[in-house]
């Protein structure tokens, strides 16, 4: 009974942990200033990419930001998901 009971305790635990991780989404509007560097025209945030090679000017997207460690992406209208490794 007791290590039912702490099986269910620590499944609890891992949930509320996976859960802890959310990510916030922005609509942003995007101009590529230099390889892997896009401004967002509206905030004028830095958006620092990597290995990305989509070209826009005044591009509407999506930058979807789990923090600093998570996984955070630049969502283009075309579909284009290029990855996220710093805001400036």
Do not use: P, Q
């Not at 635990?13 to 401004?39: C, H, M, P, Q």
């Amino acid at each position: 009974m007791v290590c039912k009971v702490l099986l269910v305790l620590g499944f609890v635990g891992f949930l509320a942990a996976a859960t802890a991780v959310a990510s916030e989404i922005y609509k942003v509007n995007v101009t590529r200033i230099e390889s892997d560097l896009y401004r967002d025209n509206n905030s004028k945030t830095i958006i620092e990419t990597k290995y990305c090679h989509e070209y826009a000017t005044r591009d509407d997207a999506i930058l979807k930001w789990e923090g600093r460690y998570g996984t955070n992406k630049l969502i283009f209208s075309n579909d284009t998901v290029c990855d996220v490794v710093a805001l400036r």
